[in-house]
């Protein structure tokens, strides 16, 4: 079952669970020295999955700019190759379909998992960039209904 809450609905547990995962991959499995957690958690609608007492998959939303956006997604190292990551893209795109209809939805992802995007109708834009140390390509999905 996926969890979807704000982030004055998440409990103490949660925000730990999540923050220790998100740390856990982006800063010390992937070795980078950034600002983990910004102001943009705080507005942010947070999607998550707990396996027993672990989050096992995450991301969040929010709207950026004119547009609407999500990152920081996760799927823990035990539970990746298992299609967790794509259930957890379905989630976050059908959230936002919910919330904020026909609005077009721009990514900025690691590069190493641009085809995985793509998958799910997200094209890139321009060149790939440094973003806290890590190549990232910006990507556009349009949601309008025809």
């Not at 590069?111 to 806290?132: D, H, R």
């Amino acid at each position: 079952m996926w969890n979807v809450k704000r982030f004055s609905e998440l409990t103490i547990k949660e925000l730990f669970d999540l923050m220790y995962l998100r740390v856990e991959t982006f800063v010390v499995e992937q070795e980078r020295v950034y600002q983990e957690v910004d102001d943009n958690d705080l507005d942010a609608i947070h999607v998550f999955k707990y396996d027993g007492d672990k989050i096992v998959a995450y991301a969040r939303i929010f709207k950026e700019n004119g547009h609407i956006t999500f990152g920081r997604v996760v799927a823990d190292k035990n539970h990746r190759g298992t299609g967790l990551g794509a259930e957890l893209i379905d989630e976050v795109l059908k959230i936002i379909e919910q919330i904020y209809p026909q609005q077009e939805i721009v990514i900025e992802a690691q590069t190493y998992v641009e085809s995985f995007y793509k998958k799910f109708g997200f094209q890139s834009i321009g060149n790939a960039f440094l973003f806290n140390h890590t190549p990232h390509i910006k990507m556009i999905k349009n949601n309008m209904k025809i």
